[in-house]
């Protein structure tokens, strides 16, 4: 199973800018996918964004043109840059892995949008 830490969480305004981090705890050329979710107080965990082995890249509608995931093999990272950001932005972010049909999740990384 993977491991894996998500930072860089925190408290920003409306328009601000956040780049989320989460490192695995193996490479992660051999992982199919990995995905960003988020979850809100009351709401059920939804996806944000994924990126492929390959590169692809998917996004929820929410966020398209405004939030980029990346991933840096060398670092075992996965990134997710949060721009233009909104209120209804503020949730939990989660990390997850998706490997051989198996997935992981990190702890989470709270991100609050509030004037």
């Known amino acids: 199973q993977v491991q894996l830490v998500e930072s860089g969480g925190g408290l920003v305004q409306p328009g601000g800018s956040l780049r989320l981090s989460c490192v695995a705890s193996?490479?992660?050329?051999?992982?199919?996918?990995l995905n960003w979710h988020r979850q809100a107080p009351g709401k059920q965990r939804e996806f944000v964004a994924t990126?492929?082995?390959?590169?692809?890249?998917n996004y929820a509608e929410s966020v398209k043109g405004r939030f980029t995931i990346s991933r840096d093999s060398a670092k075992n990272t996965v990134y997710l840059q949060m721009n233009s950001l909104k209120p209804e932005d503020t949730a939990v972010y989660y990390c997850?892995?998706?490997?051989?049909?198996?997935?992981?999740w990190g702890q989470g990384t709270q991100v609050t949008v509030s004037s």
């Open positions: 997850n892995a998706m490997k051989y049909g198996v997935g992981s």
């Open positions: 193996q490479s992660i050329d051999n992982i199919k996918s």
């Open positions: 990126i492929t082995s390959s590169g692809s890249t």
